[in-house]
């Protein structure tokens, strides 16, 4: 699995990279995803995860976490061994996480920002693994997938 780390700047030194790698590997690894996958994640600005909400949905306001999947719509987690491009990398999407949102959204649930930080990730991960929340079924099923993974963290969350 390949998870390339961005940072916009001033955000390099909140989080370390190889923490948010095994988060992003415990999600793909929990569902069951091909070895042969590559993905993106930011550590975005407020600023900037606004613009890309305006931009790409629509909706002038600050968002938490955005993921732009790269799979076609019909695909899902369970399709991914059947969709390998011939270099054989899966390539998923990126997920962008606001930080500042991030930690607003901590101190509102009274639980660390790496927490929030870790269930941003699952959530948007399991968005580029073909997982949504428009209807009542899938959001049942996305939010026991999302409580299933962050219940399997090993610490680290405090």
Request: charged content about 25%.
């Amino acid at each position: 699995m390949e998870i390339s780390i961005l940072f916009d700047k001033g955000l390099k030194d909140c989080l370390e990279v190889s923490w948010l790698k095994a988060i992003a590997e415990q999600v793909l690894t929990s569902e069951r995803a091909d070895p042969g996958v590559e993905m993106g994640l930011v550590i975005a600005s407020q600023k900037k995860s606004r613009q890309l909400n305006k931009t790409y949905l629509g909706k002038d306001r600050p968002t938490d976490v955005l993921s732009f999947p790269m799979l076609d719509k019909g695909s899902t987690a369970n399709q991914l061994s059947f969709a390998i491009p011939p270099d054989g990398i899966v390539h998923l999407g990126e997920v962008i996480i606001s930080y500042p949102q991030a930690v607003k959204q901590a101190e509102e649930h009274c639980h660390s920002v790496k927490k929030e930080i870790a269930i941003l990730i699952i959530h948007g991960v399991l968005h580029l693994l073909g997982y949504d929340h428009d209807t009542l079924e899938p959001r049942r099923v996305m939010s026991t997938a999302e409580m299933a993974i962050l219940n399997s963290l090993k610490g680290g969350l405090d």
